[in-house]
């Protein structure tokens, strides 16, 4: 995977990995922010370019001039029994929610996101930047089979639809649990519904059909901790 910019490569230093390969442009080297990276990054690989070629390499319009090369992280395709909040997708195909609900479900305190193989790829450019470094604080499994998954999971498993009789606000989400949400067009496939144990809804007192699932799955995971905070 392709880390590019100051934010996301300090992401990775921080939770104690370091990458393959760093490449800088040459006006870098006198940058405030990338001076104190370059100390901890002591013997690894470092390529120097010119600035007009590394414009070439970087997606970002106003790049900082510096990337990282990282090989993706060997992850065990099933949840861990020590994992006792995890989220599931099913289909979500947009980067930019799919990096929206990694950076929540790390902010929540979520132990383990997995992805179905019709997912947004999460390891893109895109889905990183959308992120903003919360792969590298909560396990990311891509390509997973949600159906084994579940298979292995032994808490109970949570899904959102607009005519769910619970409200999400007045359900029992304590403990251990696995929430499923899908594309916004589809939703959930049959299939993982009928795994479900429970089903809720947002209330939407407002005239809105429907919230964008990564605004959905904010709600649900924030209440989630709140009623663990506060139980």
């Not at 001076?35 to 070439?56: I, K, N």
């Not at 790049?63 to 090369?69: F, N, R, S, V």
């Not at 599931?88 to 383990?112: E, M």
């Not at 809804?201 to 209440?223: D, H, Q, T, W, Y």
Request: glycine share 8%; proline share 7%; hydrophobic share 45%.
């Amino acid at each position: 995977m392709v880390l590019d910019g100051v934010h996301l490569l300090q992401s990775l230093l921080d939770c104690g990995s370091t990458p393959q390969t760093v490449v800088l442009s040459e006006p870098a080297l006198e940058h405030a922010e990338i001076r104190p990276l370059l100390a901890r990054l002591s013997g690894v690989e470092t390529l120097l370019l010119s600035e007009a070629l590394f414009g070439q390499l970087s997606e970002l319009p106003s790049a900082t001039g510096i990337l990282a090369l990282c090989p993706l992280p060997a992850a065990h395709a099933l949840p861990h029994p020590h994992e006792q909040r995890i989220v599931l997708l099913d289909g979500v195909q947009d980067p930019g929610n799919v990096g929206s609900i990694l950076r929540t479900a790390a902010a929540a305190g979520i132990d383990a996101v997995l992805l179905s193989p019709d997912c947004a790829d999460p390891w893109s450019p895109k889905t990183l930047r959308a992120g903003m470094g919360a792969h590298f604080a909560v396990r990311v499994v891509a390509q997973a089979d949600l159906l084994a998954c579940l298979d292995h999971f032994k808490g109970n498993v949570v899904g959102t639809t607009l005519d769910a009789p619970a409200n999400v606000y007045q359900t029992d989400l304590r403990g251990s649990l696995a929430w499923l949400f899908g594309a916004e067009g589809q939703g959930v496939r049959p299939a993982l519904q009928a795994r479900c144990t429970t089903r809720v809804r947002i209330p939407m007192p407002g005239k809105v059909e429907s919230l964008n699932v990564a605004a959905a799955a904010a709600i649900c995971l924030f209440e989630q901790l709140r009623q663990n905070l506060h139980p």
